[in-house]
């Protein structure tokens, strides 16, 4: 499997069980967080769309790195585990940072 | 245009800066608890994104960023990236949250007599107002109740 897809699906199982295991924020059962998670996705297509377009990239990718799947438009499909780990991920230390901070 | 890459980023600040000022998000006015969330994330991607490079698995047009390399041949275009992105997915995170507050205020109300095993907060950070003023803080707090200690 390329690189980048094995780098992808890690990250994504890496912050599930993050999240699961030890942050427990409790944001997996948040319409809170789902809504949040469809309006990135919806504005990472148009962002990540331009970064990646293969008529004027600014973000090339090598072709054996990754699945191969570009879409929507070009964006490498894996992009958006690549979104969806960074962003929960923030989304989990805000949780975190704000269990801690004096209320 | 070698700016490029960085006019998405800053266009991606100024699109979700009616989040906090409109909506009241309240993420640039916890600037602590924004380095706490930031951070980790910006260390662990920079790594990732450094080992991509490193093995070939993406690079970045010359005519599209401005050519400034941090160390292990990062783009700064990158950093300011997994700083952007995530600031945008807390402003999204807080503002659908203030949303869903608005029109259900009574999110589960401090029980006056908790008796479940899980604590009443455990998915929550925002206290009720209920809760907050049983926190002996000052009724009128105008935000929920995060406000002190922020800044």
């Not at chain 1, 427990?24 to 962002?47: D, N, S």
């Not at chain 2, 608890?33 to 930031?38: D, F, N, P, T």
Request: hydrophobic share 50%.
């Amino acid at each position: 499997m390329p690189e980048y897809t094995v780098a992808t699906l890690a990250a994504v199982v890496v912050v599930v069980a993050v999240e699961l295991l030890w942050a427990r924020t409790g944001i997996f059962r948040t319409a809170q967080y789902w809504i949040t998670m469809a309006i990135v996705f919806f504005f990472q297509v148009l962002v990540d769309g331009w970064l990646t377009k293969l008529s004027e990239p600014i973000v090339r990718y090598a072709p054996a790195q990754f699945a191969g799947i570009r879409f929507p438009f070009d964006i490498p499909i894996e992009d958006f585990g690549f979104g969806f780990a960074l962003v929960t991920g923030t989304i989990i230390a805000w949780q975190l940072a704000g269990r801690k901070e004096p209320a | 245009m070698p700016g490029e890459y960085l006019l998405l980023m800053a266009a991606c600040v100024a699109i979700t800066l009616p989040l906090e000022f409109v909506l009241g998000a309240r993420v640039y006015r916890r600037p602590r608890r924004l380095l706490l969330a930031v951070l980790p994330l910006l260390l662990i991607f920079s790594v990732w994104d450094a080992v991509a490079i490193a093995r070939g698995h993406w690079d970045y047009s010359p005519a599209h960023t401005t050519g400034w390399l941090l160390p292990f041949a990062v783009p700064v275009e990158e950093v300011v990236f997994f700083i952007v992105i995530p600031l945008c997915g807390l402003l999204t995170f807080e503002a659908v949250g203030r949303m869903l507050g608005r029109r259900a205020p009574a999110a589960p109300a401090a029980p006056s007599a908790p008796t479940s095993s899980a604590p009443p907060s455990r998915s929550r950070n925002v206290p009720s107002l209920p809760e907050f003023r049983e926190q002996g803080h000052v009724s009128g707090a105008k935000d929920g109740g995060t406000g002190v200690g922020d800044a």
